[in-house]
């Protein structure tokens, strides 16, 4: 297991072995989604906001 800091609250986050690029992962503590920007080290950002496009 690796660990990171949440870049919302500072939290340490346990991160698992497989992590890839892309994911996305929730922080326990403020509930931030957080994107795995690179997996060695684990360097985190803020989740991409999903915008709905109700279907146009």
Do not use: N
Not at 28 to 40: F, K, R, S
């Amino acid at each position: 297991m690796s660990e990171a800091e949440c870049v919302e609250c500072g939290a340490e986050l346990s991160l698992h072995d497989d992590l890839e690029a892309g994911e996305i992962i929730d922080c326990g503590t403020c509930g931030a989604e957080l994107e795995v920007i690179d997996t060695a080290p684990p360097v985190l950002d803020r989740a991409p906001e999903l915008e709905e496009d109700w279907g146009e």
